[in-house]
């Protein structure tokens, strides 16, 4: 099979579009002599005419309207990549600095960020985690472009605007091997005496682990071991204690892509009371995102789809 160039679509489809060999040899920088040639080519690799002159412009024959179409995709893919490229150059050498609260940072932002570094190579991704109280400030002070937080921090804030990415809620885990993991049923009486390993004070976690417990009734003979959330999973590995942690930090069975401590945490099968709260990206109102922003925001956002 002939193969067709590529250059020859996108000249035919601005013929059409223009209605003149002169017109379009214009804004294709091009001679008409070279216009008129690389379109007889084109009509002999393919064995049909393309092209008709009527009286006031040139129209294409009935199989150059089908050929059009598929023209008229390679310039669509054309301007496709022009601007892609255009915002690759726009944010050549930039910094997208971003907030996200820990327990999300090392659950949901590895892939997002994997998937960003790989299209703007160019830019240099700087992610910030800390509570939510603390990145608060630094949107506060544009030491962030873009905070990944529970909504009602930014809710709280002045001039800042934010969109609701998901809504989490808290459950009870435990490793596989712990004994109440195997149970079909547990009620509180199972959980009461229980040791305890939650997220560290001051955290959006811990807030809600903190409430989820209180309104189950549990009630601890020991302080609660306190954890950094992303060592809970490797804790809960190693001794028989219990966490409460956000539902998108217990991955299920049909999931990949977590490390094996993940895989090995499971929700304990009691009814609880939804306990929970919102999870969203803010920004500051005088300074809405960048294209590489808006585009790790959409990044993340097919992340928690997939």
Same mark, same amino acid.
């Given at each position: 099979m002939k193969r067709i160039d590529p250059r020859h679509l996108v000249q035919f489809h601005e013929i059409i579009r223009t209605g003149s060999f002169t017109r379009a040899a214009e804004t294709l920088g091009l001679t008409q002599p070279a216009l008129t040639r690389n379109m007889k080519m084109m009509e002999g690799r393919l064995g049909f005419e393309v092209l008709v002159r009527s009286r006031q412009r040139i129209v294409p024959t009935t199989i150059g309207l089908q050929i059009l179409e598929e023209a008229a995709s390679v310039v669509m893919a054309e301007r496709r990549i022009s601007q892609l490229t255009d915002a690759l150059r726009q944010d050549d050498h930039d910094d997208l600095r /971003?907030?996200? +609260? %820990?327990? !999300? !940072?090392?659950? #949901? #932002? %590895? !892939? %997002? +960020? &994997?998937?960003? &570094?790989?299209?703007? %190579?160019?830019t240099r991704l700087d992610v910030h985690s800390q509570p939510a109280d603390r990145l608060a400030r630094m949107l506060s002070n544009?030491? /962030?472009? /873009? #905070? #990944? !937080?529970?909504t009602n921090i930014a809710s709280q804030m002045e001039s800042v605007r934010y969109q609701r990415l998901f809504d989490t809620r808290m459950l009870i885990v435990a490793s596989r091997d712990h004994p109440l993991a195997g149970r079909s049923r547990i009620d509180r009486a199972d959980l009461q005496g229980q040791r305890w390993a939650l997220p560290g004070r001051n955290t959006t976690s811990r807030l809600h682990a903190d409430q989820l417990l209180q309104q189950i009734g549990i009630e601890t003979n020991t302080p609660p071991a306190e954890i950094p959330v992303t060592m809970i999973h490797t804790f809960l590995q190693t001794a028989n204690f219990l966490s409460v942690l956000p539902d998108y930090a217990v991955p299920s069975a049909r999931q990949t892509g977590h490390d094996v401590a993940s895989r090995n945490i499971v929700e304990l099968r009691i009814v609880t009371p939804e306990i929970g709260y919102s999870y969203g990206v803010a920004w500051n109102d005088d300074r809405p995102p960048s294209t590489a922003a808006a585009r790790f925001i959409e990044l993340f956002q097919m992340s928690l789809a997939r």
């Open positions: /971003i907030g996200c +609260t %820990p327990s !999300a !940072a090392f659950h #949901l #932002l %590895p !892939a %997002p +960020t &994997a998937h960003f &570094a790989s299209q703007y %190579p160019m544009h030491e /962030i472009e /873009i #905070l #990944l !937080a529970p």
